[in-house]
């Protein structure tokens, strides 16, 4: 009986990975051990709760829950364009199947997004190119931080990096990637733009291979072991963690000085709102600059969720109404939160998001 009830148990565990469960979202500033703003919260492939990863409705939903930054994974086309899409192929994701690499632009234009949370809510949802994706960054004050899944010959950091440099918000760009030679192949041509080794989980040798090549920080798995952050962190390297869903994991990782965190679920706070393009008037076409009408900033520099205090808390399920102030221009609105609904949770989704809050818990003890 005991060994059937064991067997049990690591069944439900391992559903706890594989099965999809949609949760409600965690606020990451819920909490007496990090303070607002305490770790700059980077939405994985977007908002990927609430929305298909790495479509331009997560971005848009990153930037209205007040993320630091979005993350996304960029690969080419045959031509030569830069899309968004995790995966070599785009089976996972689109109603098509094949190689990235082996789609034009134009051919890859044509799909059509057909999973990833709450699908049905973002019909007709089209792969993003780089382009378009850095504009939603741009418009809602998120920092990119852009994966580079592979390169396709030796043209393709090049012509990243001549589309990066010819952005205006170039200084908030951090570029990350597995691959070493990207990695210092891309610190070469932008040396200005913070870089990443992606890990996991990170190792001693991680830390040597930054340090010995200029490359900045090290963006590493939740499982790595304490003493290699705080070793990195000796070496000058910024640490940042990934995927972190828990927040025993995130308390744990602020308690070790890691700096920033990706996520799929935890968001900022809820009073995380930065002025949005409803605040801002163009001033000049040609450049696309704005101004934000609340303040006067120009983009670029207008207000993030870290400056933003409750006034007085309204926000109800049926009018999403909060009103705040502004810490720097102590400019005050009364704005409506979009809220999504999001699917039930079936019993065994429950009982999965139940089973892989558990495993968190207990490897962050065994971690730090």
């Known amino acids: 009986m005991k060994k059937n009830s064991a067997i049990v148990l690591v069944i439900l565990t391992l559903l706890g990975f594989t099965l999809s469960a949609v949760a409600a979202p965690v606020y990451l500033y819920d909490s007496d051990v990090i303070p607002a703003g305490g770790m700059y919260a980077v939405a994985h492939r977007g908002y990927s709760a609430v929305a298909p990863e790495n479509t331009l409705p997560a971005f848009r939903l990153a930037g209205e829950y007040g993320f630091w930054g ?41 799909l059509t997004i057909d999973a990833g949370a709450n699908v049905q809510q973002f019909p007709n949802t089209k792969i993003p190119t780089l382009v378009e994706y850095l504009d939603v960054c741009r418009q809602y004050g998120l920092h990119p931080v852009i994966e580079i899944k592979s390169i396709v010959n030796e043209d393709s950091l090049p012509s990243l990096a001549a589309v990066l440099r010819a952005r205006e918000e170039k200084d908030a760009f951090v570029i990350i990637s597995f691959g070493r030679e990207i990695v210092t192949g891309i610190k070469a041509l932008l040396p200005e733009v913070p870089t990443y080794l992606l890990s996991n989980p990170g190792t001693a040798e991680d830390i040597d291979f930054c340090v010995e090549n200029g490359i900045d920080g090290i963006d590493v798995s939740y499982l790595t072991p304490a003493q290699v952050l705080q070793s990195a962190q000796a070496a000058g390297l910024k640490t940042m963690i990934w995927t972190v869903d828990s927040m025993d994991v995130a308390e744990s990782g602020y308690l070790q000085g890691v700096t920033d965190l990706t996520t799929n679920l935890l968001v900022p706070g809820k009073t995380a709102c930065p002025h949005t393009t409803v605040t801002f008037k163009r001033i000049d076409e040609s450049s696309h600059r704005s101004v934000c009408t609340l303040c006067g900033k120009a983009t670029m520099e207008h207000h993030t969720y870290g400056d933003w205090a409750v006034v007085k808390e309204a926000t109800t399920e049926e009018t999403g109404l909060a009103k705040r102030t502004c810490n720097a221009c102590g400019a005050t ?36």
């Not at 086309?77 to 098509?96: E, F, Q």
């Not at 809050?357 to 962050?364: G, H, M």
Request: net charge negative; charged share 25%.
């Open 70 to 110: 979005a993350e996304c994974d960029i690969s080419q086309t045959k031509d030569g364009v830069w899309v968004l899409m995790h995966d070599d192929t785009v089976d996972r994701m689109t109603d098509g199947t094949g190689l990235v690499s082996a789609f034009t632009y134009d051919e890859i234009a044509a």
């Open 333 to 368: 609105e009364t704005q409506t939160i979009a809220k999504l609904e999001k699917p039930k949770q079936s019993f065994f989704s429950r009982i999965a998001q139940w089973f892989r809050n558990l495993f968190n818990k207990v490897a962050s003890w065994f971690r730090f």
